[in-house]
Nanobody
Framework: QVQPVESGGGLVQPGGSLRLSCAAS????????MAWYRQAPGQQRELVAG???????NYADSVKGRFAISRDNAKNTVYLQMNSLKPEDTAVYFC?????????WGQGTQVTVSS
């Protein structure tokens, strides 16, 4: 399996927005439930948001109402729209299957929320 490639991270001020993208191979993505995870310094990796092949979504309580996960099955891509960002959202963000496949953790994309 080819690891997915995350992009779109960066430095943003509190209250700002970012849109993350995750490009996956067709064999990985093919209507497979996918999710975004994040890992802050000194913390364990946690689930942020998940989406089924049919588009049903679920979110961690900490991001409900602020983040939105979506997918484009034609492009084998999963997105995470992040609004009203807070400093505690600072982390490396990864995408993977849901539940995750340990062979598919990529480099992730760094999101830093700071003034």
């Amino acid at each position: 399996q080819v690891q997915p490639v995350e992009s779109g991270g960066g430095l943003v001020q509190p209250g700002g927005s970012l849109r993350l993208s995750c490009a996956a191979s067709r064999s990985l993505f093919n209507f497979t439930p996918m999710a975004w995870y994040r890992q802050a310094p000194g913390q364990q990796r946690e689930l942020v948001a998940g989406i089924t092949g049919g588009g049903s979504t679920n979110y961690a309580d900490s991001v409900k109402g602020r983040f939105a996960i979506s997918r484009d099955n034609a492009k084998n891509t999963v997105y995470l729209q992040m609004n009203s960002l807070k400093p505690e959202d600072t982390a490396v963000y990864f995408c993977n299957r849901s539940p995750p496949d340990r062979r598919l953790w990529g480099q992730g994309t760094q999101v830093t929320v700071s003034s």
